[in-house]
């Protein structure tokens, strides 16, 4: 899934390229749906559709992120576009999707937090950055919720006598284009942060594995977060990762739970 046709179809063909070249182009079918996380009605047609093709999903990764907006920006619900597309997007769409998941015999659903959830707080009296906004405060209250959600996602899970998981993880800090996709408008800030990027940050690859051990390991578990356990959780392979305590707050995640269901209009039916 992604938001742009022209690199969903990207992404497809280097799929396809690569089971071609491993040999199992016979088990390789690929298909793109287009998902803008940021925008609810985009994520209520997307889940609508996959409702009608598919009978289950076993694996579902919420992956889409955005950091370091400069200027507050709104999506087109008017939400602070960081906290609509790292979150609520993905709240909503495992709620919607939930029918499919509970058909799966032991789906997975893995959610995607950041070692910078540790500098975030759920700031309730200012959720969308209206008052006071900071980039960096926005990114990591929305990891924050990332994190709170995937644990609080398998609580919830277990007291319905599901048997998914839910494992939150994190991919430390590897070389994507999310810094440069974000200091777009800043030039200068946005090579010295590339140079930055390789010299310090694991691979992209190497970033996935956490994502990849969550979503097929058989030791994975539900509602235990995992990253990479090399130097200050930057990289390596993955293992169970720290949490900050605010991330371990069961009242702060059922409020926001409630508080999320609000503002997506998605109620979740266990």
Known sequence: TGRHPETGAMAVEAIRAAALHGGAVAKCAVDYERIDTGDLASVAACSERLMQRFERIDILVNCAGLSRIQRRMTSSDGFEMQFAVNYLGHFALTGRLMPLLKQAPQARIVSLSSIAHKKGRIDFDDLQGERLYNSLKAYAQSKLAMLLFGIELQRRALAHSLTLRSIPVHPGLARTNIFRVALAEAPVWSYLTDVGMKMVAQSAEMGALPVLFAATADEAEGGVYYG??????????????????????????????????CLSGVTYRF
């Open 228 to 261: 990479p356990k090399g130097f200050m959780d930057l990289g390596g392979y993955p293992a169970m990762a720290a949490m900050a305590p605010q991330a371990d707050d069961q009242a702060t995640a059922e409020r926001l739970w409630y508080l999320s269901e």
